[in-house]
């Protein structure tokens, strides 16, 4: 079964700070992995994801990913937070066209991000 | 203007009551999802549809029943087996017979009274 772990549960950085947000997962073949972001009783919003290729992924808002297939990660980057960046981060990862996973993402809990000005 | 519509925002359910959460898309997507969000949890499945008139149990599908009679629609009727259903529930849409990615809707707060 696909597992997605996010080890930090809430990280606080300071204004133009770096940023790297963690995600380890477990899944059997080549996994479609996703990064989310959610501000307050909103919606899921897709920051970038990774299908194959390249291993360094450019998202929206400045974000980036890499795909380390020998560590099983995928972690979020930014080189300088705004504090509009401040919101709950969700990594995903989902099943591989054709092997009958269909569409169902497995999502980690989450890590809630501060910004301090 | 596209997008994914759900409603209400807000929701109050009495003890022993069906509830019926509303998600609406004009994505012209195949594939409808309701997810749970508890807090420290994450999302969780509760049902997909990838086609109408056929949808799927997720990973916590017990308490919950759908539908999906139209394309644009995906009804999450929370019955009164669901002993704890106070979440904030979330619909998405997607496109592709894989993981493609997911659309999602602004959500549901539902609470009980």
């Known amino acids: 079964a696909q597992s997605v772990t996010q080890p930090d549960i809430h990280i606080t950085v300071s204004e133009g700070a770096s940023l790297e947000l963690r995600c380890n997962y477990s899944y059997g073949a080549t996994p479609y992995l996703f990064w989310y972001v959610q501000s307050p009783g909103q919606g899921l919003q897709l920051l970038l994801k990774y299908f194959s290729g390249d291993t360094l992924v450019q998202g929206i808002k400045g974000f980036e990913a890499e795909f380390k297939r020998s560590q099983s990660s995928f972690n979020l980057r930014k080189p300088s937070v705004h504090w509009s960046d401040a919101a709950e981060y969700f990594c995903?990862?989902?099943?591989?066209?054709?092997?009958?996973?269909?569409?169902?993402?497995?999502f980690g809990t989450g890590t809630q991000l501060k910004v301090e000005l | 203007d596209g997008g994914i519509t759900q409603s209400p925002k807000y929701l109050f359910r009495k003890e022993g009551q069906n509830v019926t959460l509303s998600c609406e898309q004009n994505l012209n997507h195949d594939a409808m999802y309701w997810y749970r969000q508890d807090p420290g949890q994450g999302l969780r499945l509760i049902y997909y549809?990838?086609?109408?008139?056929?949808?799927q149990k997720g990973d916590i599908a017990e308490g919950y029943s759908v539908s999906r009679e139209k394309k644009e629609s995906f009804p999450l009727t929370v019955t009164s087996a669901q002993k704890n259903p106070t979440a904030f529930y979330l619909c998405a849409t997607g496109q592709g017979a894989g993981a493609e990615k997911l659309f999602f809707g602004s959500g549901t707060q539902l609470s009980v009274l």
């Open positions: 995903a990862v989902g099943a591989l066209r054709g092997t009958g996973g269909g569409n169902k993402l497995t």
């Open positions: 549809s990838q086609i109408v008139n056929d949808f």
